[in-house]
């Protein structure tokens, strides 16, 4: 059939034989490889190269000329040029499968490992999950209007939309009205993003500005979120600027681990859990795994607010969180405080990116290790697992099955753990991203 179609000039005609990490179609031309995005396994399309190197080029799909049955409407009317999502074109069951396939693929291919129990993927509500993240911003002097959202797909430029179907409800509800208020502030063109974070109750928007606002502009922001679920926060300089517009924005953001009677409160400048609604099964697997009792001793490496640390807590075991931000230790204290867990939580400032086996022992002992790193992973962390620092059980959280790979492979054929257990968590839907967690056992020596 392919050699029977005749493709378009400058168009290139593939086949796509399998889907990449990235969410893209593969395909091979003359033995080179050709990574196509907007493609689905089995189909045959018309795609076009915007990247050209010796041994691989990236095309978009210009036609599809055989479609995939897994191939949907994307709901949301900006997926063709927005470059927030990457997948909605993918039945959403699919989507996991081909994630499941990248994450074992990524443990194989880098690691040289296998787990010996594939876990039942984790996944939660599949639109207006996104509770935390960053809008860029640009006044664009030929529309006249400020424009707020992701990028265009293969472009720095931004995507002109009026809803998005994985921002929190509310937020995408007011897109329109947020584009108009920005357009009317005297800085509109001194505003270069937004960071929201938003609970089952609020949305706070944090607004980068360039320059100082007007008595004016301040008098249109709290006009609209007088009108609207919204409270404003400023940000003029570094992170110890951010602050509320006006008392009433001064607003608490908090999330629930209901399982477990925790309540989470944070700042909108925090590192949170981004879906948390996943995050509610997320940490019960953690736990599942981990088995915590009053009998254990716990460390939580890269604990951040003590969303497994508190957790932990709660069985009656002895846990001490680390983290490398004095900032977040402080609001995990606050969180420890708030929840009663005093007796039972120890939190510790180290940078775990440059611990020496010294500091590490200086700790003490832990049977038993969490640790939920980010995109970096643990790497001098598992490096120091020797003779006098071996924990039983290490449950690993991944954001970046690159970096899971390569401590599974120092883990299993370097420090004598058995990879029990692994499996995919659906933090990201509609995006390539993978979160996965893993469980490694030490053998006996």
């Not at 505003?191 to 008098?219: C, G, M, S, W």
């Not at 001793?297 to 069985?315: E, H, M, Q």
């Amino acid at each position: 059939m392919q050699d029977d179609i005749k493709p378009k000039k400058k168009l290139l005609l593939a086949t796509i034989e399998n889907i990449d990490q990235e969410g893209r179609g593969v395909t091979h031309i003359d033995g080179k490889a050709i990574f196509v995005e907007g493609a689905l396994q089995g189909e045959i399309v018309e795609c076009e190269s915007y990247v050209k190197k010796p041994s691989y080029e990236i095309a978009f799909t210009e036609r599809v000329i055989r479609q995939s049955n897994l191939r949907v409407k994307p709901k949301c009317d900006h997926f063709n040029r927005c470059g927030g999502c990457s997948m909605q074109h993918f039945e959403f069951q699919a989507q996991i499968a081909a994630k499941q396939r990248v994450f074992e693929n990524t443990l194989s291919r880098i690691g040289k490992v296998k787990t010996e129990t594939i876990l039942t993927p984790l996944a939660g509500p599949s639109w207006h999950y996104r509770y935390k993240g960053r809008l860029r911003v640009k006044f664009v002097v030929k529309k006249n209007k400020a424009l707020v959202g992701f990028n265009e797909k293969r472009t720095h430029f931004i995507a002109d939309i009026s809803s998005c179907e994985v921002l929190p409800q509310t937020l995408s509800d007011i897109l329109p009205q947020l584009q108009d208020l920005i357009t009317q502030l005297s800085i509109k063109d001194q505003i270069p993003q937004i960071e929201f974070a938003a609970d089952q109750k609020h949305l706070v928007l944090v607004l980068r500005i360039l320059d100082a606002l007007n008595t004016n502009d301040e008098l249109l922001l709290n006009t609209f979120s007088s009108q609207h679920p919204v409270q404003f926060w400023t940000q003029s300089k570094g992170p110890d600027t951010i602050k509320p517009l006006s008392k009433k924005d001064d607003v608490k953001l908090s999330y629930a681990l209901k399982e477990f009677g925790l309540q989470f409160s944070f700042m909108p400048y925090d590192f949170t859990q981004i879906n948390p609604f996943i995050n509610q099964v997320l940490v019960r697997r953690a736990m599942s795994l981990l088995k915590p009792s009053k009998d254990d001793r716990i460390f939580d490496f890269f604990c951040g607010l003590g969303n497994f640390t508190l957790p932990i807590a709660t069985s009656g075991a002895k846990v001490r969180g680390i983290e490398g931000s004095a900032s977040l230790i402080e609001r995990a204290k606050q969180c420890r405080d708030e929840n009663h867990l005093n007796d039972f939580v120890e939190y510790q400032c180290m940078n775990l990116f440059d611990i020496t086996k010294e500091s590490l022992l200086k700790l003490g002992h832990a049977n038993k290790w969490l640790i939920d790193p980010p995109r970096d992973g643990a790497f001098q962390l598992v490096q120091l697992i020797d003779d006098d620092i071996h924990p039983s059980i290490i449950v690993y959280v991944s954001c970046n099955p690159a970096t899971l790979a390569r401590d599974a492979q120092i883990l299993v054929h370097e420090k004598g753990y058995k990879f029990d257990k692994a499996g995919i968590v659906n933090m990201f839907p509609h995006t390539s991203h993978v979160e996965s967690i893993a469980l490694f056992v030490k053998t006996e020596s």
